[in-house]
Every structure is written in structure tokens, then in C-alpha cells.
């Protein structure tokens, strides 16, 4: 068991590092013992910390490491999901500043928008299909805190999953309005493709990975709510940004979302 005091400790730096721009050595190292049921307790007192500090309120859910080309990148093999913060929402039209990230990348990602509560106490794809609002192409940026994003699952966890920011597009569809297993997707940077994949890439459907992080809410005593956001996880790896990049994420039957760096 670690003290509260150390994973309070370890909350604050992860804070910091972020508030601060630079890197943390991952944690596993100094505490070996760090579980994932430990890291998401960590990962509540980092979002705590955020929420009073930079006065801003929860807006959804984030997943991660819920597809292949995910998991083998990062060399982690489980999902993880974080918290998204109504301050992390980038506005589609708005050039992105890199000033205040350590080492950005960003990766397509389907948004999932709610009309109801997803309270269990089991909660199933159809549920989760159900309580959806509207789908929406997504990007989110992600930032990990730990040198070089490396990093072990409890680690990621604690980081909040590496979340950093997300766009959402800004044309909605139902999910009957989209193939949600065959679904195209095409991840171009500066005009250049640089990966495809399927929506079903995502645990072999997007709400399964919801429907899953769904239940591990409600084992921790929270829930998705109605009005949250929900990001899928990445369906593809993730590109570094610089300076002057574009980006753009094009879903079959979908308004393409793209997004521009500032110089
Ligand atoms: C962990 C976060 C993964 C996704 O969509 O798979 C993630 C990371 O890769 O740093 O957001
Ligand atoms: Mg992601």
C-alpha cells in the first residue's frame, strides 16, 4: 500500500511538470509497487488539483491505448482512459500553439457526445449507443509528462493518459448515420498521408472501449454523464507536431477535420 501523502506527492509533480513544460521521470522506477487501481486514485487528485487551479470543470472522458497500432507504439497493451477538461478544448478554427506543451502529438480520435447518464450498473454497447447524442470527428493532442513518452500503464494512468487537449469537428451524425466497424479513416499531415485505419480498429468497435471504460467508472463511483464528450482513442499512432504543420483526419461519410500549427 503507498500513503496517501506520497500518491498526493506524485499527483503534484505530474501538475507541475504540466503547468511548468517539462518532463518527469516515470514513477514505476521509484515505486515499484504503483498499481493501476493506485494510479487512478492519483489520477483524481491530479484532476482535483486541475479543476481548482486552473478553475475549470470535467467535459468527458478520454480513451486510451484501445487500438493496435496504439498499443504497439507505446509498448503498453492494455487500455487506459482520463479525464477531459473543459480548458483542453480546442476551438476547430484556431491555429494551435505549441508554447505551452513539452513534446505534442496528435492522432484521430471519434467523439462520442451523450444526451443521457450512463449509470449501470452494467452498462453495454447498446446502452452506450442509446444514451449517444451525435458522433463527431475528432483529434486530440496528446502530452505526456514522462521523458521521451515513456511510460508503463499505472504510469500513463496516473498522467492522466497523457491528455493534453481535443478538437471536436463541428458536423454531428447519429451513430445510425455511421458504419461504426467499417468506417474509413485517413490521418494526413501537410497534405501527405501518414496513416489509415477503421473505426473498428477500436476494440473492434468504438463503444466497446466506451462501454468499457463505462463499467470501470462505475466500479469508481463516477459515470459518464449527459453532455460529455468521450474520445474513442486513437485509431491510428500519433504524429509529432512542429511548428507550421497541418493536420487532418477524414472519416468515410464524414466532413473531413483539420487543424493548423501556429508558425
Ligand atoms: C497514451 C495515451 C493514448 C490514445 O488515444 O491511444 C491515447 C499515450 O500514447 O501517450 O490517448
Ligand atoms: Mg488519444
Not at 37 to 49: F, N, P, V
Not at 242 to 261: H, N, T
Amino acid at each position: 500500500m503507498m500513503k496517501t501523502d506520497t500518491l498526493e506527492q506524485i499527483a503534484y509533480e505530474l501538475y507541475l511538470a504540466e503547468r511548468d513544460v517539462y518532463e518527469v521521470t516515470k514513477f514505476v522506477e521509484q515505486y515499484p509497487e504503483l498499481t493501476v487501481e493506485t494510479a487512478y486514485e492519483i489520477q483524481a487528485k491530479l484532476i482535483e488539483l486541475k479543476c481548482k487551479h486552473e478553475q475549470t470543470t470535467i467535459s468527458g472522458f478520454k480513451l486510451g491505448l484501445t487500438s493496435k497500432a496504439k498499443q504497439q507504439m507505446m509498448g503498453v497493451h492494455e487500455p487506459s482512459y482520463g479525464v477531459l477538461l473543459a480548458n483542453m478544448a480546442l476551438n476547430v478554427q484556431q491555429p494551435i500553439s505549441l508554447k505551452s506543451l513539452i513534446h505534442p502529438k496528435i492522432e484521430p480520435e471519434v467523439a462520442f457526445v451523450f444526451k443521457q447518464d450512463l449509470i449501470g450498473p452494467v452498462v453495454t454497447v447498446a446502452q452506450v449507443l442509446t444514451a449517444t447524442e451525435y458522433i463527431a470527428p475528432a483529434m486530440e493532442i496528446i502530452d505526456s509528462r514522462y521523458l521521451n513518452f515513456n511510460f508503463t500503464l499505472p504510469d500513463v494512468i496516473a498522467d492522466n493518459s497523457s491528455s493534453s487537449r481535443y478538437i471536436v469537428g463541428s458536423q454531428k451524425y447519429t451513430v445510425s448515420e455511421v458504419d461504426l466497424v467499417n468506417m474509413g479513416c485517413i490521418f494526413s499531415q501537410n497534405d501527405e498521408i501518414i496513416a489509415t485505419s477503421t473505426a473498428g480498429s477500436v476494440m473492434g468497435h468504438p463503444a466497446r472501449a466506451i462501454a468499457w471504460m463505462a463499467n470501470k467508472l462505475i466500479a469508481r463511483g463516477q459515470h459518464i454523464r449527459a453532455g460529455d464528450v468521450v474520445l474513442s482513442g486513437a485509431l491510428t499512432g500519433s504524429a509529432t507536431m512542429r511548428s507550421g504543420d497541418s493536420f487532418s483526419v477524414s472519416f468515410d461519410g464524414m466532413e473531413p477535420l483539420s487543424v493548423q500549427v501556429e508558425l
